[in-house]
């Protein structure tokens, strides 16, 4: 018990002094493409620029290719091979958007956290599932964005991956992984919030994050955090770490919408759950 309590006193320590300092300490698989980010947040800076920053992070550069070449974005035929001309077809948003999907695939697949693959990985395809299902909700409402919907579901979890991935730096966390998953519990909120703001996301994004857990009831869904409340309880591959059964969820669901017909939201569900292809396409691709 003792050495139980000396561990994660510990972990805390150390990120409680990240979150004080504010500078949070990211993992070298992550570094390169967070300064990619930053470029593609940066509206100071060029085309070229840009382009220049994305072409030194080869899966990225691949990736966005890939997208600026798909059916979606590309119904003429016309290839691109530079990272410019991608670029300029699909726009700063979605690159931004696959900067972000190319962050958690390196992290769920990264060697220094082979230790944790198993839940790096499910961690990544629930936060797939969820941005996809945003994106496809917010297309059937009309009343969202669905690339914020699609950007929220992407980075609804990602105060458990920064956890995740700190973990590997006290191995003894990792040897029971009950311990592990009430540590970062109790952490991912304030994280969260943290990572969220050093990723310079935007504040409509943050605030729903913030109060996911949260439903209003209103229909049609007003708020974003709603929203990606209903793509959490309609997500069929588990948060590793959440402890609320997928029947558990249904519920959560009903009680929340209790003065909305259940078929109204059934159908709505059934229809994002079709719809999402497209979405998943994109952030895979």
């Known amino acids: 018990m003792a050495e139980t309590v000396d561990r994660r006193r510990a972990f805390s320590a150390a990120i409680e002094q990240e979150l004080k300092s504010g500078e949070l300490v990211f993992p070298t698989c992550m570094q390169a493409t967070l300064k990619i980010r930053r470029a593609l947040d940066d509206e100071n800076a060029g085309l070229t620029a840009v382009s220049r920053a994305i072409s030194l992070e080869p899966l990225l550069s691949v990736k966005l290719l890939r997208m600026a070449n798909s059916a979606f974005y590309n119904p003429s035929g016309i290839e691109v091979s530079d990272v410019q001309r991608a670029l300029m077809r699909v726009g700063l948003k979605s690159a931004r958007v696959l900067a972000l ?140 770490f959440s402890t609320v059964s997928l029947e558990e969820q249904i519920t959560r669901r009903q009680d929340a919408f209790r003065n909305v017909e259940p078929d109204l939201i059934n159908r709505m569900l059934d229809e994002a759950r079709v719809r999402r292809a497209a979405a998943m396409a994109m952030l895979t691709a």
Do not use: K
């Open 101 to 240: 999907a190319v962050i958690g695939d390196q992290i769920a697949t990264a060697q220094e956290l082979a230790p944790v693959w198993r839940l790096a990985d499910q961690l990544w395809r629930h936060s797939l599932d969820v941005a996809s299902l945003s994106h496809a909700i917010a297309v059937q409402l009309d009343t969202f964005n669905p690339d914020t919907a699609l950007l929220a579901g992407m980075v609804h979890a990602i105060g458990q991956f920064y956890l995740l991935a700190r973990s590997r730096d006290f191995p003894e966390l990792l040897e029971e992984q009950s311990e592990l998953a009430d540590f970062i519990l109790y952490w991912d909120r304030r994280v969260g919030q943290a990572v969220l703001v050093a990723l310079g996301t935007p504040e409509e994004i943050v605030d729903a994050i913030d109060t996911q857990d949260e439903c209003t009831g209103v229909w049609p869904p007003r708020h974003l955090s709603d929203l990606l409340f209903l793509a959490n309880t309609a997500a069929g591959t588990p948060n590793p």
